[in-house]
């Protein structure tokens, strides 16, 4: 069963960090990231505006599956996350409506 998650990473680069490190792991992390992005199981992700974060939800089989993409992060050791489960709230006007079909298209795997 598909479960929904938040995560909000903050981001700590050094500020000594050698330029051509910071690029070549910042691309490593963007083609990362979006390799599980077209998988399925990061269908959305938003930055924070004015800070060096973002918000994003995770469509995941459930925490060990959620780990795993988190620890794969190459920014991971940079960074500090919140990790909010999500759950169906009564007040949701579609309560038919399954809100993890809208975001997860397949569950093509990596």
């Known amino acids: 069963m598909t479960e929904l998650f938040a995560v909000r990473m903050d981001v700590a680069l ?3 960090m050698d330029p051509a490190e910071r690029d070549a792991l910042l691309a490593r992390e963007k083609a990362y990231s ?3 992005q077209r998988s399925g ?3 959305q992700i938003y930055r924070c505006v004015g800070e ?3 918000l ?6 459930g925490n060990e599956q959620l780990h795993e993409i988190l620890w794969g992060l190459p920014l991971f050791p940079y960074m500090t996350m ?3 489960p999500l759950a169906r ?3 949701d ?3 038919g409506r399954n809100p993890v079909d809208d975001l997860v298209p397949g569950e093509a795997g990596l």
Request: charged letters at 5%; zero cysteines; hydrophobic letters at 35%.
């Open 89 to 91: 709230h009564p007040s």
């Open 82 to 84: 919140a990790i909010t």
């Open 52 to 54: 060096y974060a973002n």
């Open 14 to 16: 050094p500020p000594d």
């Open 93 to 95: 006007i579609s309560p």
């Open 34 to 36: 979006q390799q599980w």
């Open 56 to 61: 994003s939800i995770f469509a995941v089989e």
């Open 41 to 43: 199981h990061w269908p």
